[in-house]
């Protein structure tokens, strides 16, 4: 049983950067970033492979937001750019037991409890 705890969240005024982070407690293979805003389904937002080689983006934030990983730290990060409003969300962290890109969230096993993000106009 891994646990994921994210930390990073905060305020941020539009335009402005944040940077999340996911520590895990244990190795880990695939990991992503999804988010959830009031009112709405999760929606995928970032992934990573086990190694670090290959990384994905949803459209909405491609350019804006960086997935990485320090696998000797178990831990993983989102930097987020650029920041708009339509950012705010709770954002969780996900690992799962694949090595490479994972865009499901039904296939990840193990899920953060959530940090909130707040971009304000």
């Known amino acids: 049983q891994v646990q994921l705890v994210e930390s990073g969240g905060g305020l941020v005024q539009a335009g402005g950067s944040l940077r999340l982070s996911c520590a895990a407690s244990?190795?880990?293979?695939?990991m992503g970033w999804f988010r959830q805003a009031p009112g709405k389904e999760r929606e995928f937002v970032a992934a990573?492979?086990?190694?670090?080689?290959?990384?994905y983006y949803a459209d909405s934030v491609k350019g804006r937001f960086t997935i990485s990983r320090d696998n000797a730290k178990n831990t993983a990060y989102l930097q987020m750019n650029s920041l708009k409003p339509e950012d705010t969300a709770v954002y969780y962290c996900?690992?799962?037991?694949?090595?490479?890109?994972?865009?499901?969230?039904?296939?990840?096993?193990?899920w953060g409890q959530g940090t909130q993000v707040t971009v304000s106009s």
């Open positions: 996900a690992a799962g037991g694949y090595t490479g890109i994972v865009v499901t969230p039904e296939k990840y096993n193990y």
């Open positions: 990573i492979s086990w190694s670090g080689g290959s990384t």
């Open positions: 244990g190795r880990t293979s695939a």
